[in-house]
């Protein structure tokens, strides 16, 4: 398939103006359609889900304490920590699914922050 020509004509006479589209050359072949088929459905169990919810509790909590995370990605994993919201992967109910109480893990978790933030400052 060659790319779209489009021409333009003016006729002068009665003033109109004729659009030509060339869209396919008349040597090449037109394809048939395909069909894809679709890829199979993700089905999610109950272990994969809690592993999923494991991993990220775990690697927020990291990289909240990570010196080399960037301010933005501390500023969404804090977000993410301070949130109530009840979500599929929220953190209230990522630390209840794992058996973590939300609220003590929360408190331990800005406790270790704030030891870590004086420790740096008084370096």
Request: with cysteine.
């Amino acid at each position: 398939m060659k790319a779209i020509n489009i021409n333009l004509y003016e006729h002068l006479d009665n003033q109109e103006v004729q659009l030509e589209l060339d869209i396919f050359d008349p040597y090449e072949p037109v394809n048939t359609a395909q069909i894809i088929p679709f890829k199979p459905k993700v089905e999610w169990d109950e272990s994969a889900i809690t592993d999923l919810r494991e991993g990220l509790l775990c690697n927020t909590l990291r990289s909240l304490v990570d010196g080399r995370t960037g301010v933005a990605t501390k500023d969404e994993s804090m977000a993410w920590l301070m949130s109530n919201d009840i979500d599929p992967f929220s953190f209230v109910v990522c630390c209840s699914e794992l058996g973590y109480n939300p609220e003590t893990l929360r408190e331990q978790t800005l406790f270790t922050l704030n030891r870590l933030n004086t420790k740096s400052n008084n370096s």
